[in-house]
């Protein structure tokens, strides 16, 4: 087969007009082959003839889209050293941008059991291996637009690309679970009619089935196990495999734009599937592991790891920040992506082990173009070390200190109305010192790990024994309340309490400062019957159940998201404060109408709070206000509890509540309300 020399950039395998260019980087490696597969698995291959700068490449003239290949790097092989080359072991190219088939587990995955190279079948681990695709990028955008939604507009939706149409009765079978399933009219209907303004998916990178699940007849759900940061995942298109994939999720994304709605990629750089120094070896490890990963000072037959999955990549080195960076930026180029939550984002700042806000990774997000108008999540942890408030101005964070102190404080905990407060009106301990804004919280109750909202307020501890681990895994800790039984009851009292939990759990989150992330199905009551790591249940525990509707709840949430949407006190885009001279634009009140004074914060037993906001004088993104004052009544206590409407002109009247009391007639100042136990009430003044 004809080979020229081709060009070093860009990595991967690039159509052009003059045929494919293939660029791998490695600087471990004496030769590179490109292997080209036909229909029926015949292997042909070739070596790249140049290499510049680490870069090996080479021009393939009769090769276009649609056809498979893979790699075979020649090279030192000393896994004690850290060194695995073996040209006997077909890898993936780290920048293919569709992969086609599965893993087939068995020895000739994993490369580290052979002392000798050579002893690897070479016919048996390109049998056992997927293939990369040399994709079509054709595809025609017509006027997709970015809705770019400002941060304190936004409301986040967390989802699942399979779990949320697989169960649908509207969404034909033939594409229920895929991308084209979640671009369904009756999916994007219901976002759409909810109001949120972004789907957060969970990762679609292609990843790997691990054998450990597949031996017990489970399947990783979730999908942190990423192999190739290009590719989205072949197991959710209903067009077919062999490239069709990517054709499909631009379908999807250019449908999601059309209905208003951001895709937000919950992307995995930290680690990938290829484990510690037993795991298989699919990509990176037989390409350049030095460089890509980070291995044990000392001992380099090992791998540092604070990802808890045996790896983590190498952010110190430019190869693998080059990997990540031009992941990123294709994904917004190419695929139209609006944002990203990065998975165990402190895990990208750790360039020489300890945690660095001036790390490379983050320099090179600021100051990326192509970036700078798209949105950044971290999730500010990982195995050894927990970061909320430390990353920069240009970024948004998973609140974790939300979450916990919004759980306790509801469920009766003593001592958390101060924290509670801090927590309901944007984190201000957390961002504010450093000058950032409330938009720098991304709020949130429930996530995909963990509990669902229906499970906890229905469960004390978790119920994983489907996962096989003997109830070992997932959290512990839970700061979950059952309300009185442990699962289900038919205990009407029970239920009724569950119900206005639930209530006051996703109203708290969509009444306070900071951008609120949904975990997607908690609208619609979804329970996972007390399983808090249904990672491995790709099945009916975590698929949407659209049969069973709590139909309360899911007119709750839309009231509650429009009202944030309509009242711009309720989303600040900079914290609360009195002007000089002006009315102050928040006020905090203890039940009797008098301001809350510092003694009233450290009061142990104290579980009610009230919150007046003036609209008049928050402006929104788009400059707009919205000339009303609202009252917020927290009552986190066991018992009904009065409240005296503070000082003020005109009636005040109740816009939502979290429990169905008689109608209340409009209220004046020094007016006294029954807020029943355990309930949230917010009232509109337009005086």
């Known amino acids: 087969m ?263 990629l919950d992307v995995v750089y930290n680690h990938t599937a290829e484990g510690n120094h037993l795991g298989p070896t699919l990509s990176l490890k037989g390409i350049d592991n030095p460089s890509y990963y980070r291995l044990v000072d000392g001992d380099r037959g090992h791998y540092f790891d604070t990802t808890g999955t045996g790896n983590s990549v190498n952010v110190g080195h430019p190869v693998a920040l080059r990997l990540i960076m031009d992941s990123l930026r294709y994904w917004v180029t190419e695929m139209h992506i609006d944002g990203f939550r990065f998975d165990l984002a402190t895990a990208l700042t750790r360039q020489t082990g300890q945690q660095d806000i001036h790390s490379a990774f983050l320099d090179l997000v600021a100051q990326d173009p192509v970036l700078a108008p798209v949105k950044m999540i971290a999730e500010p942890w990982d195995t050894a070390g927990y970061q909320v408030g430390g990353f920069p101005a240009r970024w948004s964070e998973w609140n974790g200190k939300y979450r916990d102190s919004v759980r306790d404080f509801w469920r009766g905990a003593e001592g958390e109305l101060g924290e509670f407060g801090l927590r309901l009106t944007g984190s201000g301990d957390i961002y504010s010192s450093d000058r950032r804004t409330p938009t720098a919280s991304v709020n949130f109750i429930t996530a995909h790990d963990g509990f669902t909202l229906a499970d906890l307020t229905a469960y004390d501890g978790k119920h994983n024994d489907a996962n096989g681990e003997g109830n070992k895994d997932g959290e512990s800790d839970n700061r979950s309340w059952n309300c009185g039984a442990e699962g289900p009851t038919e205990d009407a009292g029970i239920l009724e309490l569950r119900a206005r939990m639930r209530r006051n759990l996703l109203g708290t989150l969509l009444l306070s400062a900071g951008v609120p992330m949904i975990l997607g199905g908690d609208e619609l009551g979804r329970t996972q019957q007390g399983n808090n790591n249904a990672y491995c249940q790709d099945n009916e525990l975590s698929w949407y159940d659209w049969d069973n509707v709590d139909d309360d709840l899911l007119a709750f949430v839309r009231t509650a998201i429009a009202l944030r949407r309509e009242h711009p006190a309720l989303r600040p885009r900079e914290y609360l404060r009195g002007p000089e001279g002006g009315p102050a634009q928040m006020v905090l009140y203890r039940p009797d109408g008098a301001r809350m004074a510092a003694a009233d914060w450290s009061n142990p037993i104290a579980k009610t709070l009230a919150v007046a906001l003036d609209g008049r004088q928050i402006e929104d993104a788009e400059g707009d206000t919205s000339g009303e004052r609202l009252l917020l009544l927290v009552n986190a206590y066991w018992e009904p509890v009065d409240f005296t409407v503070p000082a003020g002109r005109g009636s005040w009247t109740v816009v939502l509540t979290t429990h169905s009391p008689d109608p209340i007639a409009p209220l004046a100042a020094g007016d006294v309300v029954a807020v029943r136990d355990r309930s949230l009430l917010l009232l509109q003044n337009s005086g």
């Open 2 to 264: 004809t080979i020229t020399a081709g060009a070093p950039y860009p990595l991967g395998a690039t159509p052009t007009p003059e045929g494919t260019n293939i660029a791998i980087s490695s600087e471990i490696a004496d030769a590179v082959e490109i292997c080209l597969f036909d229909p029926d698995g015949t292997e042909r291959r070739v070596e790249l003839p140049e290499r510049t700068a680490h870069v090996f490449h080479g021009l393939l003239p009769d090769v276009g889209p649609g056809q498979l290949y893979g790699l075979r790097v020649h090279g030192p092989w000393d896994p004690a050293a850290g060194l695995r080359c073996n040209p006997a072991k077909l890898l993936l190219d780290p920048h293919a941008t569709a992969v086609h088939g599965e893993v087939q587990w068995g020895e000739s995955v994993f490369g580290h059991r052979f002392d000798d190279p050579s002893a690897l079948n070479s016919e048996d681990s390109a049998a056992a291996m997927p293939k990369c695709v040399l994709a079509d990028r054709s595809f025609d955008w017509g006027a997709d637009a970015a809705p770019r939604v400002p941060l304190d507009c936004s409301v986040i939706y967390e989802t699942h690309v399979k779990g949320i149409s697989t169960r649908h009765p509207d969404v034909p079978k033939e594409i229920a679970g895929t991308y084209a399933g979640l671009a369904h009219p009756a999916i994007t209907g219901h976002l759409t009619d909810l109001g949120v303004t972004a789907v957060e998916l969970l990762p679609v990178h292609q990843f790997v089935q691990d054998s450990h699940l597949l031996e017990q007849g489970l399947r990783n759900y979730w999908g942190y196990n990423s192999i190739a940061f290009l590719a989205p995942h072949e197991g959710y298109s209903s067009a077919g495999t062999a490239g069709a994939q990517v054709a499909e999720f631009k379908t999807m994304v250019k449908a999601l734009h059309a209905a208003g709605l951001e895709v937000i």
